[in-house]
């Protein structure tokens, strides 16, 4: 797990008041009531990756709301945004302060090794957009080619959330896109058939495995056929046929949750899929046997080097984890806390009832109630 997440702190974002070194499995499953925080936990992730590539203002001006709205309950309670990312030895750690015109800028910004010994590298203060960026290509120590920002920019840089919810009509993914944009799945699979088009040329294993969970899930389904639209070859649609048929379909034929499927299937069995994935609902729309699937290939996915980071309000999802996958969240006085269950705390319960009975029963916290404390067995 060298380029995945060991831990994390973040302190003074949005309803996170205070979390300091929380530990990162490769499977973490977020539930909770709606306003817990579990989308502000979601959103932590999507800023750092505008951060680190120097996005960190435009990021803060068209979706954050501003310096103001990213500071938890505003710039008069708190009077700074700090968080570390830990891989490994390897470790990012930033401050960031509110400036009278709304925006953030960095008080602090480091670099840090944690081995035999600590080494932490200042990579400055007063700056508007971080400079790890230009870090990065810089040589390390003792002959080392790269040095921690090297290997810090590339674990984060490559992290996607995934967020699949737009299958309406008008959705991108149902409309004709450039065949040449198939680098990456992107976070809303806009490019879903230029990347499928690509892996069944490139990879056909991985392509064969995305198309047989499918005929799992969608038993109607047979595969896809991808080609270069004739008329204008640099674009492509989705097609697909149908068992015992010829007839080419298209994408707008296809159902919002079987389209939604597919986009989670090809986004977990990709060719060389980031690191660190997360999903935001990915429950939404899906069958409850198309959710066993997918819990299945949530749980197949971080057999290897993969860490995978779930946002869920799906009960039938939440019985396809272990208790130690699930992180609850909460909130209490105001703030959000996050508390990852024990198997040895649930042993009795989970002699009789299941997890999701447990979690709509409020044992295991994550339920609509303010300042709610978890039930002990």
């Given at each position: 797990m060298a380029d995945t997440i060991r831990k994390l702190t973040i302190v003074g974002f949005k309803s996170i008041r205070e979390l300091v070194d929380f530990p990162l499995s490769k499977l973490n499953v977020l539930i909770g009531a709606n306003g817990a925080g579990k989308s502000n936990f979601v959103s932590f992730f999507k800023l750092l990756r505008e951060m680190i590539e120097q996005r960190l203002q435009l990021a803060l001006a068209t979706s954050e709301g501003g310096a103001d709205a990213c500071l938890h309950l505003g710039p008069k309670i708190t009077g700074e945004f700090r968080a570390e990312v830990r891989f490994g030895p390897n470790a990012y750690a930033f401050t960031l302060v509110p400036t009278p015109d709304n925006r953030l800028v960095f008080s602090d910004e480091t670099s840090t090794f944690y081995g035999h010994f600590t080494f932490r590298n200042p990579l400055g203060s007063g700056h508007v957009e971080a400079k790890l960026k230009d870090w990065k290509d810089e040589p390390g120590t003792r002959g080392a080619q790269y040095g921690v920002e090297h290997y810090v920019f590339e674990a984060i840089s490559n992290w996607v959330v995934y967020h699949f919810h737009?299958?309406?009509?008008?959705?991108?993914?149902?409309?004709?896109?450039?065949?040449?944009?198939?680098?990456?799945?992107?976070?809303?699979?806009?490019?879903?058939?230029?990347?499928?088009?690509?892996?069944?040329?490139?990879?056909?294993?991985?392509?064969?495995?995305?198309?047989?969970?499918?005929?799992?899930?969608?038993?109607?389904?047979?595969?896809?056929?991808?080609?270069?639209?004739?008329?204008?070859?640099?674009?492509?649609?989705?097609?697909?046929?149908?068992?015992?048929?010829?007839?080419?379909?298209?994408?707008?034929?296809?159902?919002?949750?079987?389209?939604?499927?597919?986009?989670?299937?090809?986004?977990?069995?990709?060719?060389?899929?980031?690191?660190?994935?997360?999903?935001?609902?990915?429950?939404?729309?899906?069958?409850?046997?198309?959710?066993?699937?997918?819990?299945?290939?949530?749980?197949?996915?971080?057999?290897?080097?993969?860490?995978?980071?779930?946002?869920?309000?799906?009960?039938?999802?939440?019985?396809?984890?272990?208790?130690?996958?699930?992180?609850?969240?909460?909130?209490?006085?105001?703030?959000?806390?996050?508390?990852?269950?024990?198997?040895?705390?649930?042993?009795?319960?989970?002699?009789?009832?299941?997890?999701?009975?447990l979690w709509q029963k409020n044992v295991l916290g994550g339920r609509p109630h303010e300042d709610h404390l978890a039930k002990q067995p």
């Open positions: 737009d299958t309406s009509l008008l959705a991108s993914v149902r409309r004709t896109q450039p065949i040449n944009d198939n680098t990456v799945l992107r976070q809303n699979a806009e490019n879903l058939a230029a990347f499928l088009y690509r892996i069944q040329q490139t990879h056909p294993r991985h392509y064969s495995q995305v198309r047989d969970v499918v005929r799992l899930a969608a038993p109607f389904f047979d595969d896809f056929h991808l080609r270069p639209l004739p008329a204008t070859p640099d674009l492509i649609q989705l097609e697909w046929r149908q068992r015992d048929s010829d007839y080419l379909f298209r994408a707008h034929q296809l159902s919002d949750g079987t389209l939604r499927f597919i986009c989670m299937a090809t986004a977990l069995l990709q060719p060389n899929r980031p690191a660190t994935v997360l999903f935001d609902e990915p429950e939404l729309g899906l069958h409850p046997y198309a959710l066993t699937l997918l819990g299945n290939l949530f749980k197949q996915a971080v057999k290897g080097a993969g860490q995978l980071i779930i946002s869920t309000q799906s009960a039938p999802l939440l019985n396809e984890f272990a208790p130690e996958d699930i992180i609850v969240v909460e909130r209490s006085n105001g703030s959000s806390t996050f508390r990852r269950l024990e198997s040895a705390l649930l042993s009795e319960w989970l002699e009789d009832y299941t997890l999701a009975e």
